[in-house]
């Protein structure tokens, strides 16, 4: 059984940052076997995906919305994956969700991932 604890959320004004955390435990395999993800979901709307990171950390990929702003990480000893957000926009605003993929690789699509966290709220005034 997989369990991802995200953590870091807030409110912040238009500019700032925040870092978003994501714990994970899990019984059977190593963090370091799966692939990570960030998803968020505004008030009214779908969830769309955000970024993506293998599981060695080597690769990333990222919506072309908050490309340049953002940045995934992860820390293989720590059982945590990272989603640093700089510059933040009143369109960022959302409910961020951490997920798990079995596969090692980037993943973007969201039915590909097979454990989810709880979210923590983003909320970012103008």
């Known amino acids: 059984q997989v369990q991802l604890l995200e953590s870091g959320g807030g409110l912040v004004q238009a500019g700032g940052s925040l870092r978003l955390s994501c714990a994970f435990s899990?019984?059977?395999?190593?963090?370091?076997?799966?692939?990570m993800g960030w998803f968020r979901q505004a008030p009214g709307k779908e969830r769309e995906f955000v970024a993506a990171i293998d599981s060695s950390g080597g690769d990333t990929t990222y919506t072309a919305s908050v490309k340049g702003r953002f940045a995934i990480a992860r820390d293989n000893a720590k059982n945590t994956v990272y989603l640093q957000m700089d510059s933040l926009k009143p369109e960022d605003t959302a409910v961020y969700y951490c997920a798990a993929s079995i596969y090692t690789i980037v993943i973007m699509d969201s039915d590909q991932y097979h454990y989810w966290g709880q979210g923590t709220q983003v909320t970012v005034s103008s």
């Open positions: 899990g019984r059977t395999y190593s963090f370091a076997s799966y692939g």
